[in-house]
């Protein structure tokens, strides 16, 4: 019988539906509603509660609270996945789903993931000096279709490809003006689908955070980061990385650089990887890679239940 080595992938920003906090698993139930309560006690609101007073205009504050539930929920999943027996040989985080990741890989403690959240997202958000920025997924056009797009929408257009999600899905990031500009381009240019996601801050851009990241850096030198316990694939360079400050270094770069989760997903294979299961609590990250690498096999969590 083949030998199964499993990866697991971990989901960047969050989903905002509420009924995501209620599952047909009475298991996966248990962990989530553990970790939703944990993280409330930790931050001193009740999480799940604010994300159901949710409407379709994110603002800061609820912003926040989406990517700590987020957090929560993908290491719920992977405790999920540990808790039937299934043993992660690499993990890789799409974006934001680095430090669910590194919780999960043994790198700092539960508490320690949702403070780095926070001080992050206070970071980024001074660094943007009154500022708005955003986020949104193009899908249709080749990488080089969209940055000739961008690259005619306006002489000073901040718009950047953040994230290769796959040859015809990208995500672009900027200030809120701009982004908005490029997608309205990109629809009358004949886009299949363009949407934002629930994001203020343009996350993976490479001009905006140059305080934030050496704040960051300063801080992450302040706080019990350890060596992982199962090693990480960088989302940036597909490095593997697992030694604390190896994962300092990539926890700053992951602010400020940009991704490509499409050639991280390809190299799973190279690393013997034959089974990889998403800890979206929704199947995001399961629909987008499993067109990309033909040959692993990836599950949801309904599959394992």
């Known amino acids: 019988m083949a030998k199964h080595q499993f990866s697991f992938i971990f989901p960047g920003l969050g989903t905002k539906k509420m009924d995501l906090f209620r599952v047909s698993n009475d298991s996966l139930n248990k962990s989530i509603n553990c970790l939703i309560n944990a993280s409330s006690d930790i931050i001193g609101f009740d999480v799940a509660a604010r994300l159901n007073n949710l409407s379709d205009n994110m603002n800061n504050e609820l912003e926040l609270f989406d990517q700590i539930a987020n957090y929560s929920l993908s290491c719920a999943v992977a ?9 992660a040989e690499l993990l890789c ?16 403690t539960f508490k320690t ?31 080089n279709r969209l940055d000739k797009l961008i690259h005619d929408s306006s002489t000073n257009c901040t718009v950047e490809i953040a994230n290769v999600n796959g040859r015809f899905n990208h995500v672009i990031t900027g200030l809120e003006c701009d982004v908005h500009t490029v997608m309205a381009d990109a629809e009358r240019e004949g886009a299949l689908k363009v949407f934002k996601l629930h994001s203020t801050l343009p996350y ?43 994962i300092q270094h990539e926890l700053v770069s992951n602010l400020v650089s940009n991704l490509s989760w499409m050639s991280t997903v390809h190299q799973l294979s190279l690393y013997g990887i034959t089974d990889v299961a998403d800890t979206s609590i929704d199947n995001q990250l399961y629909k987008i890679s499993s067109s990309i690498n033909k040959s692993c096999r990836f599950y949801c969590w309904q599959d394992l239940s």
């Open 79 to 87: 405790k999920f996945y540990e808790g039937i027996g299934l043993k």
């Open 93 to 108: 985080g799409c974006s934001l789903g680095i430090y669910s990741a590194l919780h999960f890989a043994g790198a700092y």
């Open 113 to 143: 993931g949702i403070e780095l959240i926070q001080t992050a997202y206070r970071l980024l958000s001074q660094s943007l000096k009154g500022d708005t920025g955003a986020v949104a997924v193009v899908i249709g056009f080749t990488r």
């Open 204 to 246: 993976h851009h490479t001009s905006f955070f140059g305080r934030a990241e050496s704040e960051f850096k300063n801080y992450l030198a302040s706080i019990n980061i350890r060596d992982s316990k199962i090693p990480l694939m960088s989302c940036i360079d597909q490095r593997i990385i697992s030694s604390s400050s190896e």
